[in-house]
């Protein structure tokens, strides 16, 4: 058929144009588009990736959801062991147990996400080959999933809150936005790690020993007010967990103690080193999307 | 056709729909190629930050002796690369129905890969238009832990389809798996029959204006393959465009308008279906009567079955493909179990020209080895009596596999056999036989 006949045929064609979209597949060179409004065409498989891994879960466990209480609060129970009772490490003017385990939820929800999320590409390889869809969502997937055991984990807040006579602040309206911080970071990290693992198995094997670093580079069994100098602590910010889970403790116990001032000055720097996280992440990732299937 | 002529047996011939297509472009492929690196896709198939520094290490050293030592320069020495396609270009009209044969390795499936944005081309492009659909596999992201339901909003949603759509879709579905007493209990409990079928009857109400489907139709039951094709040939009346890879040509001949034969990465022929898989069947399949796969033939990722060599004789002489139709011959085939296998059986097709197959016959239809493949090599005989085939060019294809839940090798058409008319049944009439058959019967004429 001549290139003139099949403009033809096509101006003739009766369907409107715009119904069809149109894909167009080539090499792609260098740094790629992030895609992100693809991602929105796909929000019902996301939905059904994390209704999958919400499922699934807990399948064949005796304990089942019990899990996702158990894990934080048997830590707060250990750590209140050895930093609250033996080491006498200050908690700002609250009971150790509290002012470990509001950190605790936050940093659960993080440190679950950032493994999950680590593993997910190589967990789904099998989808990787078979079907194409925007590769973001099962990272995505995965973090997210994690906020039904971080709602499980939280409900065990309000009797702990009620045991030791605190009643929230009103700052704890600003608790969705630690945890959106929270979530960035985990993804931000976790994308990097989950393409670095589908190339490099060695990842697999630094990931738990980089979240348990990262736990206590962050201020969860400690406070970051042990820091005293302004800067120095504004520099901590670095690691967007530290505003994190200065933040969740502000929202929730900010009423029972005036030492909790909140991240501060620290929360910018938290703010902008998450957002570089979750962009260089996100450029990286979808940089070396294309090798996904021929190496997973 | 050389070959049609050869096969002298009058098969009903394909309706030949859309010889010449004329509608608006569905697929435009333009110079696609796919380049792999054999290195690191196949003996180690994950690298670790070990070997990469040993290799940034190792490689300018190993390229500065190569180059002193005078050989071949660059870097796909190091690595050891294999193009999947080359220059690869064709065009596919809307509702046109497509099918792609070619041997293992021809790059079917990266084909289906690239087009349905899986994996990227190295070189060139491909314009599609409208959303594709692609079905390399049945089943993919199916959960054991969930239950047929559950499994079918999720294969649903992993295949493409709004959860509205599934949700209207829900009864059909479940009523073409015929799992209806099932569909609330945990996959993990089904036979693997009925996981197939619940699987493919949420494949078969995808619903893309293209669909992208690879050998699927390859697992399940023959009434249940019956069934699937039903389907595809009613989508494919609905105006949708299909492109089909198979190795079923009796499908192809069937199902398409056009085929498209792979050969090593390119298009080696495109045209109706009839010309094309007679061309396919006859090209290397030789009359010598003997193939050996060196180093073993299996498909990709079976690591424990290699089919070693296949033969076909006289029942009293040496390997060859020229057959008298009176005295029976003998298909031997040698395999290799590298692992314990359970219930597996080999045999072959035996097909015509045109794809349409006479028969096939398994070892495993003999319940002597119908048990477990222990370890070790094989020879399995068969004896095709005399006076069964109707003289003309047969194609032999060797297949092996666990029926309906792993294929292990498939070769096919790679022996060819012209029974000779010498001898016959009817043979002293030249003229006036038909059928594929030609069966020595027992007559009693009275008056």
């Not at chain 1, 930093?83 to 939820?105: H, K, T």
């Not at chain 2, 696609?32 to 180690?44: E, M, T, V």
């Not at chain 2, 061309?279 to 690591?303: I, K, Q």
Request: glycine share 10%.
């Amino acid at each position: 058929m001549s290139p003139d006949g099949r403009a033809a045929a096509l101006a003739s064609d009766s369907l409107p144009a715009t119904e069809v979209p149109v894909i167009r597949i080539e090499a792609s060179r260098g740094w790629v588009k992030l895609g992100l409004g693809e991602l929105w065409d796909y929000r019902e498989l996301l939905y059904f990736l994390i209704w999958r891994d919400i499922k699934v879960r807990y399948k064949q466990t005796v304990l089942g959801a019990a899990w996702a209480i158990i894990q934080p609060f048997m830590s707060m129970v250990v750590f209140t062991l050895f930093f609250g009772r033996l080491a006498r490490i200050p908690s700002d003017g609250v009971p150790y147990p509290i002012f470990n385990y509001s950190a605790m939820v936050a940093w659960t929800f993080f440190a679950n996400g950032l493994s999950q999320a680590s593993n997910s590409l190589v967990g789904s390889s099998n989808l990787l080959k078979k079907i194409y869809f925007p590769r973001l969502v099962i990272p995505i997937a995965s973090i997210l999933a994690g906020l039904v055991d971080f709602a499980l984990a939280f409900t065990v807040l309000v009797p702990m809150m009620l045991y030791f006579g605190i009643v929230p602040s009103p700052n704890v309206v600003w608790l969705p936005f630690f945890l959106l911080l929270a979530f960035s970071t985990a993804l931000g990290v976790g994308l990097w790690l989950s393409a670095l693992n589908v190339q490099f198995r060695d990842v697999r094997h630094t990931v738990g020993f980089i979240v348990q670093f990262w736990l206590f580079a962050s201020p969860v069994v400690y406070s970051s007010n042990l820091i005293e100098n302004d800067l120095l602590r504004t520099l901590y910010g670095i690691n967007p967990m530290a505003s994190v889970v200065e933040g969740f403790r502000w929202a929730l116990l900010g009423s029972a103690s005036d030492q909790f001032k909140g991240p501060g000055a620290m929360l910018i720097v938290s703010c902008a080193a998450a957002l570089l996280m979750l962009v260089s992440g996100l450029y990286y990732f979808r940089r070396m999307e294309k090798t996904f299937a021929d190496v997973a | 056709m050389e070959m049609r002529a050869a096969a002298r047996l009058p098969a009903p011939a394909p309706p030949d729909r859309g010889e010449v297509p004329q509608g608006p472009v569905a697929i435009e492929v333009r110079g696609i190629g796919k380049r792999f690196y054999i290195g690191a896709r196949q003996s180690d198939r994950y690298r670790t930050f070990r070997d990469v520094l040993a290799r940034a290490v190792s490689a300018p050293l190993r390229r500065a002796r190569s180059l002193i030592g005078g050989h071949a320069t660059g870097a796909a020495e190091l690595h050891e690369e294999m193009w999947a396609l080359r220059e690869l270009s064709f065009e596919v009209e809307q509702g046109e129905v497509v099918g792609v044969i070619g041997r293992n390795g021809a790059g079917k499936t990266t084909l289906l890969k690239i087009i349905s944005r899986i994996t990227e081309p190295t070189e060139g492009s491909a314009v599609i238009h409208g959303r594709v659909g692609s079905l390399l596999e049945v089943g993919t992201g199916f959960h054991p832990e969930l239950t047929g339901r559950e499994n079918v909003f999720l294969n649903g949603a992993i295949l493409g389809m709004r959860k509205a759509e599934i949700e209207a879709k829900f009864d059909e579905i479940v009523e073409f798996s015929e799992v209806e007493r099932f569909i609330d209990t945990p996959v993990k409990h089904y036979s693997s029959g009925m996981y197939v079928r619940l699987a493919f009857a949420v494949a078969a109400h995808l619903e893309p204006e293209i669909l992208l489907v690879d050998e699927v139709l390859s697992v399940g039951d023959a009434r249940f393959q019956r069934k699937c094709l039903g389907k595809m040939g009613e989508v494919a009346r609905g105006g949708r465009t299909i492109l089909f890879v198979s190795h079923n040509m009796a499908a192809v001949g069937r199902l398409c308008s056009r085929a498209i034969w792979l050969d090593e990465g390119r298009v080696r022929l495109t045209g109706a279906p009839r010309d094309v898989i007679a061309a396919y069947l006859a090209s290397d399949s030789s009359l010598a009567g003997e193939e050996h796969f060196e180093g073993g033939l299996s498909r990709p990722g079976v690591e424990d079955f290699k089919l070693d060599a296949v033969r076909v004789r006289p029942a009293s002489g040496e390997p060859t493909g020229e057959l008298e139709a009176d005295e029976p011959f003998i298909v031997e085939i040698e395999y290799r179990v590298l692992e314990r296998l359970p219930q597996t059986r080999v045999g072959f097709l035996v097909q015509t020209g045109d794809g349409i197959i006479v028969f096939d016959a398994y070892d495993a239809d003999d319940p002597r080895y119908l048990e477990y493949r222990d370890t070790g090599s094989y020879v399995a005989r068969c004896t095709v009596p005399a006076h069964l085939l109707a003289p003309g060019r047969y194609f032999l294809s060797f297949n092996a596999g666990i029926p309906g839940i792993r294929n292990l090798a498939f070769a096919e058409a790679v022996l060819a056999i012209d029974i000779v008319d010498t001898g016959a049944v009817g043979a002293h009439f030249k003229a006036g036989r038909t059928g594929l058959i030609r069966p020595l019967l027992e007559w009693e004429v009275s008056q």
